[in-house]
């Protein structure tokens, strides 16, 4: 209930990193515990085993159907939110890992450099290609070349 609560009211200021910070923690793990278990530490295992014995059955069926709704508004608000690889140091560094990843070289052309083309891009305006899909597509590429290269995620 407090996860849903901090992820209903947080503040546009803070929001990218209390995502951030239950990813990192793997909250969403956490969340489906009934079918995951095994995979957590034993000291959140207790917790949660001793947590959701004190409950009954509908209240957490109604915060796991609350948990959804929200990651379901978190993964939204990051497709409409904008790649900036200017302003947004983050997705500067996301772009540069597709690029070295790829292992090619750019070049230049009488109407310009020659780089995101060569990776299926339509223009080289690479905050127009994600216009579409924001911060989720580019996580997702990331996410695929990661895969590709090592066989996992980041």
């Known amino acids: 209930m407090l996860i849903n609560s ?3 009211n947080a503040d546009d200021d803070r929001w990218q990193e209390f995502i951030d910070e239950l990813e990192r923690l793997n909250v969403r793990k956490a969340v489906v515990v009934r079918r995951s278990l095994s995979s957590l530490s034993l ?3 207790g917790f949660l085993q001793r947590l959701m014995s004190s409950h009954t059955i509908e209240d957490l069926t109604s915060s796991i159907l609350d948990f959804q709704a929200n990651i379901i508004r978190v993964t939204y608000r990051r497709k409409i939110h904008s790649v900036d690889p200017v302003r947004e140091p983050a997705h ?3 772009l540069e890992y597709i690029w070295d990843a790829s292992k090619l070289t ?3 052309q009488p109407d310009g450099p020659y780089k995101w083309r060569k990776l299926g891009f339509l223009t080289e305006d ?3 290609e994600f216009v579409e899909v924001g911060v989720l597509g580019l996580d997702c590429l990331v996410d695929l070349h990661s895969f590709l290269l090592f ?3 980041r």
């Open 151 to 153: 066989g996992c995620g």
């Open 106 to 108: 750019e070049e230049q």
């Open 92 to 94: 500067l560094t996301a």
């Open 6 to 8: 901090l992820l209903s």
């Open 126 to 128: 690479i905050s127009r």
């Open 43 to 45: 000291k959140l295992r």
